[in-house]
């Protein structure tokens, strides 16, 4: 395949385990926050608000870090 495709798929492994490390501190910590606040409705859990404000500001997709599922 050539050295071309080494480096991409070096390259695309490094950035999938940051992307993973990410999103898996984000379910983490929204599931934390749902637990503890008491409640899963966000309007009225402003930990559950505020984990879920913070991970969508890194571009964690809706479904890692939203609880409405």
Do not use: Q
């Amino acid at each position: 395949m050539g050295r071309h495709h080494e480096v991409r798929a070096a390259a695309m492994a490094k950035t999938g385990k940051i992307k993973s490390a990410l999103y898996a501190r984000a379910s983490r910590e929204v599931y934390m926050a749902a637990k503890s606040g008491g409640s899963t409705d966000p309007n009225s859990n402003l930990a559950l608000r505020a984990a879920m404000e913070k991970f969508r500001g890194k571009s964690v997709p809706r479904d890692v870090c939203d609880w409405s599922w």
